[in-house]
């Protein structure tokens, strides 16, 4: 199949899923073209079947901000009619999912014929917190109503979608997935003195430091685990509750023991070192940096909220929480942290887990049946 993957440049889940969807597709012999404004992170080195196709809105005076949405209907349709894209994926609803409406709407009118279908992938945030703001319900409903197939990254996500925006459709759950060759447990041990004194446990916490993921609360689960077991808790990512996350450490007491890392791209090296991977969201409609610590064997402690209870199987994986119980989240790092077979059969769980229900083998095949379905199907203008 010709297919244009619609993504997310930076770091971020949607972009990610996005990128790896497109490495795995044309290693499986698709021909992959992926539309986005800049590079994606994990594009990684040339390979044979995957192209780039930079959109870049041009500026001018008069616009007080960029034309995104137009540049990129615009460089769809010139990719789809260049390339004969069968496909148009679109990664994140805003507005990927309207510029791919847009463009099908402007090669349907054309005398050249060769419309290709358009499947959107929710992700989460584009729906739990931007999709229902009454800036972009109707569009945002309507884009998803208009797609020819959409799927969601786990069935917390379809309720969402269906509650939050009254949308009625099909809609197919896909969840997230990972390569469990390259996502295992490594040794460590280097980084892990380089990081921790001896006898120091290691906390983890992954993210883009937005309110959403509550990074705060993080520092606090630590301030009362680092009261009752000597650990560290290593902060990885970039974003606008940084330094408000540095604040509380220092007002807590504890900012010797907390290590803002910044963004990494090479996860697997930190994530081996580490003990557990903290993830108190406030939303969450998958997780993929849990699952990513699961695949190198860290069991997870986080919030009960949105798709994470179909990822970590409480108890036997990790543990989940209220997101508010900031306490019984402590008391969770802290059992995993010092009952030993605990830890050995919640970390074998954690990568038992990727490998038997997330791993990329299992989860590409379906997106592949699901174009072929949607391929055969009537266009979703014509239904
Ligand atoms: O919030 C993020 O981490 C970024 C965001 C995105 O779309 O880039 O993540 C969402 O999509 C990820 C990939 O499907 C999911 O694993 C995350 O759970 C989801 N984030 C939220 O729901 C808050």
Same mark, same amino acid.
Not at 145 to 169: P, Y
């Given at each position: 199949?010709?297919?244009?993957?619609?993504?997310?440049?930076?770091?971020?889940?949607?972009?990610?899923?996005?990128?790896?969807?497109?490495?795995?597709?044309?290693?499986?012999?698709?021909?992959?073209?992926?539309?986005?404004?800049?590079?994606?992170?994990?594009?990684?080195?040339?390979?044979?079947?995957?192209?780039?196709? *930079?959109?870049?809105?041009?500026?001018?005076?008069?616009?007080?901000?960029?034309?995104?949405?137009?540049?990129l209907a615009n460089k769809i349709v010139?990719?789809?009619?260049?390339? *004969?894209? %069968?496909?148009?994926?679109?990664?994140?609803?805003?507005?990927? =999912?309207? =510029? @791919?409406?847009?463009?099908?709407?402007?090669?349907?009118?054309?005398?050249?014929?060769?419309? $290709?279908? +358009?499947?959107?992938?929710?992700?989460?945030? %584009?729906?739990?917190?931007?999709?229902?703001?009454?800036?972009?319900?109707? +569009?945002?409903?309507?884009s998803i109503e208009q797609s020819d197939g959409v799927t969601t990254?786990?069935?917390?996500?379809?309720?969402?979608?269906?509650?939050?925006?009254?949308?009625?459709?099909?809609?197919?759950?896909?969840?997230?997935?990972?390569?469990?060759?390259?996502?295992?447990?490594?040794?460590? %041990?280097?980084?892990?003195?380089?990081?921790?004194?001896?006898?120091?446990?290691?906390? +983890?916490?992954?993210?883009?430091?937005? $309110?959403?993921?509550?990074?705060?609360?993080?520092?606090?689960?630590?301030?009362?685990?680092?009261?009752?077991?000597?650990?560290?808790?290593?902060?990885?990512?970039?974003?606008?509750?940084?330094?408000?996350? +540095?604040?509380?450490?220092?007002?807590?007491?504890?900012?010797?023991?907390?290590?803002?890392?910044?963004?990494?791209?090479?996860?697997? $090296?930190?994530?081996?070192?580490?003990?557990?991977?903290?993830?108190?969201?406030?939303?969450?409609?998958?997780?993929?940096?849990?699952?990513? =610590?699961? @695949?190198?064997?860290?069991?997870?402690?986080?919030?009960?909220?949105?798709?994470?209870?179909?990822?970590?199987?409480?108890?036997?994986?990790?543990?989940?929480?209220?997101?508010?119980?900031? !306490? !019984?989240?402590?008391?969770?790092?802290?059992?995993?942290?010092? %009952?030993? =077979?605990?830890?050995?059969?919640?970390?074998?769980?954690?990568?038992?887990?990727?490998?038997?229900?997330?791993?990329?083998?299992?989860?590409? $095949?379906?997106?592949?049946?699901?174009?072929?379905?949607?391929? @055969?199907?009537?266009?979703?203008?014509?239904?």
């Amino acid at each position: 199949m010709n297919i244009g993957i619609v993504c997310y440049a930076s770091i971020g889940g949607s972009g990610i899923v996005a990128t790896e969807l497109a490495k795995q597709l044309a290693r499986r012999g698709h021909r992959i073209h992926i539309l986005s404004s800049d590079t994606p992170v994990r594009l990684g080195d040339y390979l044979p079947g995957l192209s780039f196709h *930079r959109v870049e809105p041009p500026s001018y005076p008069l616009f007080r901000e960029p034309q995104y949405l137009l540049s990129l209907a615009n460089k769809i349709v010139h990719v789809a009619r260049d390339e *004969r894209l %069968d496909i148009v994926h679109a990664h994140y609803a805003i507005p990927h =999912a309207t =510029a @791919a409406y847009l463009a099908r709407q402007i090669l349907a009118a054309s005398p050249e014929g060769g419309v $290709p279908k +358009i499947i959107t992938t929710l992700h989460g945030t %584009d729906i739990t917190l931007l999709g229902g703001d009454a800036s972009y319900k109707q +569009i945002v409903a309507f884009s998803i109503e208009q797609s020819d197939g959409v799927t969601t990254v786990s069935e917390s996500l379809k309720a969402d979608t269906t509650r939050e925006l009254g949308v009625h459709r099909d809609i197919r759950v896909i969840p997230n997935f990972i390569d469990v060759e390259k996502h295992r447990r490594v040794n460590a %041990d280097a980084l892990r003195c380089q990081l921790a004194s001896k006898g120091e446990k290691l906390v +983890i916490h992954v993210s883009n430091f937005r $309110p959403v993921k509550r990074v705060m609360a993080a520092v606090e689960i630590f301030a009362s685990v680092v009261s009752r077991v000597p650990a560290k808790l290593l902060l990885v990512g970039d974003g606008p509750d940084q330094s408000h996350a +540095i604040d509380l450490a220092r007002a807590l007491g504890i900012a010797d023991r907390v290590v803002f890392l910044g963004e990494h791209d090479r996860l697997v $090296p930190l994530l081996s070192a580490s003990d557990v991977f903290l993830l108190p969201s406030a939303q969450e409609s998958f997780g993929l940096a849990a699952l990513e =610590a699961m @695949a190198c064997a860290l069991p997870v402690v986080a919030s009960r909220v949105g798709g994470l209870s179909e990822l970590v199987d409480d108890g036997v994986s990790g543990f989940l929480h209220p997101p508010d119980d900031l !306490a !019984a989240m402590a008391e969770s790092v802290c059992r995993l942290l010092t %009952d030993a =077979a605990l830890y050995r059969a919640a970390s074998a769980a954690a990568r038992q887990t990727a490998e038997e229900r997330f791993k990329d083998t299992i989860v590409v $095949p379906r997106y592949e049946a699901y174009y072929e379905e949607v391929l @055969a199907a009537p266009a979703a203008s014509l239904r």
